[in-house]
């Protein structure tokens, strides 16, 4: 029988049951409730921990000796407060002097979250049930912990991402209606612009041209981060992609950086838009430049990751699959966690005053995940900072069809009379639409919505091109105005435009098909530009 078998059983039965006098039956029983005991205790898989009532360890198990890293040895015999931070363990006897006095409860028969100490000093979260038994002097306490570490960290990896979801879902709508409003001052501006003859108006007019292109380029960025931006994925190979990005960076960082790569000779391909690629290596790149003040090494890796279950435990909000991961490791300064918790979040910036936007990192985060990805961040103070780009493998990824773009320009060009329906909810969007399309020598019809369109189409109205917006209120968005369109009226072209991308809207209409959008805000060079591609000589109408 061990020391703890034989000092449970006395606090239970007394300390006559140690007498000399004890009889074999005594001894036998005592004996197998020890086996029992060790059985249990070898069992649970929450470390347990035993002790008396001045806090000597009496007896630990292997669940507890995993947890703290100590042997079964460099515990028993001492006092608990070896497993405690040291604020916890100053305050730990006068708890258990106040609690033998008083008898009042803190932990005993309750639980509470409390944190340990392991032996290489580190710190981490736990729960801690404690019981009491025993009598006189002869009382023990039983602690039962278990480690909160993963739980905590798939909470912490939770919130995040809904947070960032919720923000993504506010800043989408914003740049939406911004869109709709820089339409407006765009096509006022151009409008201005080819009807006005004075030089020094002309220039303050393209001046203001200027911003609200500025303007369209900070909310591209924003409907980036929302993941509501339209991307060109193809078959690539991220090594190779990295390679022509970082022939770049070399020059930009400058001599005191070291770029080092480590890209896996069997990397699988992966369906990206090679561009948005490089950029979001760039922004993580200068954003590493930023943390090495003083010069310092860039890591870049590329390696095939299988996700199982055990990942997914402790990264949330990520399918279990076959991914590609894509490293970029500083030796920088790091980040505190405040920083690493809202790194992702558009305009939040822990660089000096003007020296960020804070949308990098946003643009990075909405990307990968509208690619299908995920993105790890880990970064410890004084350490340096790891970004884990994960996007699936193209052996299990959908290949993403997208329409060609025009090679080269075309020449300037205005309509013959030809009649365009303009759709759209938005009265003041509409109207500088209706402005627009006349000023290129076309003549116009109106409606607020997909129903009243479709219905002036239904009682006769004859126009040579439908234009709509794509999210509409009522039974029918652009999408299905343009399906119906296409079944009932064949002959009739169609042309959509939205403030959001097509990939990402498509996604959230059942039964839409992805085609070729004007996104908003656009120039009056790429109206002319698809007007031309539908109602032009070459068009066939």
């Given at each position: 029988?061990?020391?703890f078998?034989l000092?449970?059983?006395g606090a239970l039965?007394g300390?006559?049951?140690?007498?000399?006098?004890v009889?074999q039956?005594?001894k036998?029983?005592?004996?197998?409730?020890?086996?029992?005991?060790?059985a249990i205790?070898?069992?649970?898989?929450d470390?347990?921990?035993?002790?008396d009532?001045?806090?000597?360890?009496?007896?630990?198990?292997?669940?507890?000796i995993?947890?703290?890293?100590h042997?079964?040895?460099?515990?028993?015999g001492?006092?608990?407060?070896?497993l405690m931070?040291?604020?916890?363990a100053?305050l730990?006897d006068?708890?258990m002097?106040d609690?033998?006095t008083?008898g009042?409860?803190?932990?005993?028969g309750?639980?509470r979250e409390v944190?340990g100490k392991?032996?290489?000093g580190?710190?981490f979260?736990?729960?801690?049930?404690v019981?009491?038994?025993?009598?006189d002097?002869?009382?023990?306490?039983?602690?039962i912990?278990?480690?909160?570490t993963?739980?905590?960290?798939t909470?912490a990896?939770l919130?995040?991402s809904q947070?960032?979801d919720?923000?993504g879902q506010m800043t989408?709508?914003?740049?939406?209606?911004f869109?709709n409003?820089?339409?407006?001052?765009?096509g006022?501006?151009?409008l201005?612009?080819?009807r006005?003859?004075?030089d020094?108006?002309t220039?303050?007019?393209?001046d203001?041209?200027?911003?609200?292109e500025?303007g369209?380029d900070?909310?591209?960025?924003?409907l980036?981060?929302a993941r509501?931006?339209?991307?060109?994925p193809?078959?690539?190979d991220?090594?190779?992609i990295?390679?022509e990005?970082l022939h770049l960076?070399?020059?930009t960082?400058g001599?005191?950086?070291r770029?080092s790569?480590d890209f896996?000779?069997?990397a699988d391909p992966?369906m990206?838009?090679?561009?948005?690629l490089?950029s979001?290596l760039?922004?993580?790149?200068?954003?590493?430049?930023d943390a090495?003040p003083n010069?310092?090494?860039l890591i870049?890796?590329?390696a095939?990751?299988t996700?199982?279950?055990?990942?997914i435990a402790?990264?949330?909000d990520?399918?279990s699959?076959h991914y590609?991961?894509l490293s970029?490791i500083?030796n920088?300064?790091?980040?505190p966690?405040e920083?690493q918790s809202?790194?992702?979040?558009?305009?939040?910036?822990?660089?000096?005053?003007?020296n960020?936007?804070?949308?990098?990192l946003?643009m990075v985060?909405?990307?990968v995940?509208q690619?299908g990805g995920?993105v790890t961040?880990?970064s410890?103070?004084g350490?340096g900072t790891?970004?884990?780009?994960y996007?699936?493998s193209?052996h299990?990824?959908?290949?993403i069809?997208?329409?060609p773009?025009p090679?080269?320009?075309?020449a300037?060009?205005?309509?013959n009379g030809e009649?365009i329906?303009?759709?759209?909810?938005?009265?003041?969007?509409?109207?500088?639409s209706?402005e627009r399309?006349?000023?290129l020598?076309f003549?116009?019809?109106?409606a607020?919505?997909?129903?009243?369109a479709?219905?002036?189409l239904?009682d006769?109205v004859?126009?040579?091109?439908?234009?709509?917006?794509?999210?509409m209120?009522?039974a029918?968005?652009?999408?299905d105005?343009?399906?119906?369109?296409?079944?009932?009226f064949?002959?009739?072209?169609?042309?959509?435009?939205s403030?959001?991308?097509?990939d990402a809207?498509t996604g959230?209409?059942?039964?839409?098909t992805?085609?070729?959008i004007?996104?908003?805000?656009y120039r009056?060079?790429?109206?002319?530009e698809r007007?031309?591609a539908?109602?032009g000589?070459?068009s066939?109408?």
């Amino acid at each position: 029988m061990n020391d703890f078998g034989l000092y449970l059983a006395g606090a239970l039965g007394g300390s006559g049951q140690r007498d000399n006098t004890v009889n074999q039956a005594n001894k036998d029983e005592l004996t197998q409730t020890d086996a029992v005991l060790k059985a249990i205790m070898d069992a649970a898989v929450d470390a347990v921990v035993v002790s008396d009532r001045v806090g000597k360890i009496l007896s630990v198990n292997p669940a507890a000796i995993k947890m703290f890293q100590h042997t079964a040895n460099e515990m028993q015999g001492h006092n608990v407060r070896i497993l405690m931070p040291d604020a916890l363990a100053h305050l730990h006897d006068g708890f258990m002097s106040d609690h033998m006095t008083t008898g009042e409860k803190r932990i005993i028969g309750l639980g509470r979250e409390v944190e340990g100490k392991r032996k290489d000093g580190t710190v981490f979260p736990l729960h801690l049930s404690v019981g009491r038994t025993g009598h006189d002097c002869n009382e023990i306490f039983i602690g039962i912990m278990h480690d909160l570490t993963q739980r905590k960290s798939t909470e912490a990896a939770l919130s995040r991402s809904q947070r960032l979801d919720a923000i993504g879902q506010m800043t989408g709508g914003i740049a939406h209606d911004f869109n709709n409003i820089l339409t407006i001052v765009t096509g006022n501006l151009e409008l201005l612009e080819m009807r006005n003859k004075d030089d020094r108006q002309t220039a303050m007019i393209r001046d203001a041209l200027e911003a609200a292109e500025l303007g369209a380029d900070l909310t591209h960025r924003l409907l980036m981060f929302a993941r509501r931006t339209t991307l060109h994925p193809v078959k690539s190979d991220l090594s190779e992609i990295c390679l022509e990005a970082l022939h770049l960076l070399e020059r930009t960082l400058g001599a005191t950086y070291r770029i080092s790569t480590d890209f896996a000779a069997d990397a699988d391909p992966v369906m990206i838009d090679p561009t948005q690629l490089q950029s979001a290596l760039m922004n993580l790149a200068l954003n590493a430049r930023d943390a090495m003040p003083n010069g310092g090494e860039l890591i870049v890796s590329v390696a095939n990751v299988t996700i199982d279950d055990d990942y997914i435990a402790q990264e949330t909000d990520i399918k279990s699959g076959h991914y590609v991961r894509l490293s970029v490791i500083d030796n920088g300064i790091g980040m505190p966690p405040e920083a690493q918790s809202r790194a992702f979040e558009p305009f939040f910036t822990s660089k000096s005053d003007g020296n960020g936007t804070g949308l990098g990192l946003a643009m990075v985060y909405g990307f990968v995940r509208q690619s299908g990805g995920h993105v790890t961040l880990y970064s410890e103070p004084g350490h340096g900072t790891s970004f884990g780009l994960y996007f699936p493998s193209a052996h299990a990824a959908a290949a993403i069809e997208t329409a060609p773009k025009p090679d080269t320009p075309i020449a300037p060009w205005h309509g013959n009379g030809e009649r365009i329906l303009v759709v759209e909810d938005n009265a003041v969007v509409r109207k500088i639409s209706i402005e627009r399309i006349r000023d290129l020598g076309f003549a116009t019809e109106e409606a607020s919505s997909g129903d009243e369109a479709y219905q002036m189409l239904k009682d006769g109205v004859a126009v040579d091109l439908v234009f709509s917006d794509l999210v509409m209120p009522g039974a029918l968005n652009g999408y299905d105005l343009a399906a119906r369109i296409r079944t009932e009226f064949p002959k009739l072209k169609v042309l959509l435009t939205s403030g959001y991308a097509s990939d990402a809207v498509t996604g959230s209409m059942p039964g839409a098909t992805p085609q070729e959008i004007l996104h908003k805000p656009y120039r009056q060079a790429d109206l002319i530009e698809r007007l031309h591609a539908l109602l032009g000589p070459s068009s066939g109408a």
